[in-house]
């Protein structure tokens, strides 16, 4: 169950690439506790950035944009150990992997840690801290946050800044979980200052679907119908 590179390598196990994403931790005295925190939090901000507006990386937004989302994830976790060495199991990584994507697409939502009430984006930060003070091992949350930002960067920097995409949904999870109307990113000056995937000035940027068009609305006067009596005589 655990990621072993010798093993994946030599032995050919190579559902060692998948099953360190699968466990959370034990249930013991000493670590049941964080083990349910854990499955709370993936819980959590998985429902919450699924059930609004995923990054749009042509799925439309949804579920299979969300599916995408994840395997980026543990791609990127799985490369980037090396660098880290956090330890054999990443599924707590994976999980603050979310929870930062999430910070960034909601940067303004309510949040809170032991109470105390914050905005999304400084969610992140704040558990480093907490767990730094505490003395517990806060490389998981780098780990995690590194590959959420090397995400977020790819998905919705990239595309505003420069015009380009690197990364789209692939066919086969677009055909199991469905497609909404991808709207290719076009390039524009500066950045909105919360990191929002938003239109404005008619420059449609990554992430988002074009609404109907509304023929009253874009010749600028409205229509009181098309029924009517003509006064006066004939």
């Known amino acids: 169950m655990i990621y072993d590179y010798d093993s994946i390598a030599k032995k050919f196990e190579v559902w060692r690439l998948l099953t360190p994403f699968l466990y959370m931790g034990g249930f013991s005295k000493q670590d049941g506790f964080q083990t349910l925190i854990g499955f709370f939090l993936l819980y959590q901000y ?3 950035y699924e059930s609004g507006t995923c990054f749009n990386t042509g799925g439309g937004g949804g579920t299979a944009d969300y599916i995408f989302m994840l395997l980026i994830g543990m791609i990127g976790i799985l490369f980037t150990n090396f660098f880290f060495m956090v330890g054999i199991v990443f ?3 994976l999980v603050y992997y979310v929870l930062y994507i999430w910070s960034k697409r909601n940067p303004t939502a309510a949040a809170n840690i032991w109470g105390i009430p914050m905005q999304a984006m400084y969610l992140p930060f ?5 767990n730094f ?6 490389l998981e949350y780098v780990h995690g ?6 995400y977020y960067f790819l998905v919705d920097v990239v595309p505003k800044v ?5 990364l789209q949904t692939p066919l086969f999870i677009l055909a199991q979980f469905g497609v909404g109307d991808y709207v290719v990113p076009t390039a524009r000056h500066g950045m909105d200052a919360t990191g929002s995937n938003v239109r404005r000035g008619g420059i449609a940027a990554p992430g988002t679907v074009n609404p109907p068009n509304d023929p009253a609305a ?3 006067r409205h ?10 005589r004939d």
């Open 126 to 130: 704040a558990l480093i801290a907490v």
């Open 223 to 232: 229509q009181w119908g098309d029924g009517g009596q003509r006064l006066g």
């Open 91 to 93: 599924t707590k990584t």
């Open 133 to 138: 003070v505490l003395g517990n091992n806060y």
């Open 46 to 48: 998985s429902k919450q």
């Open 145 to 150: 946050y590194a590959v959420g930002h090397l």
């Open 218 to 220: 874009s010749s600028g």
């Open 162 to 166: 420069y015009g380009k995409t690197y």
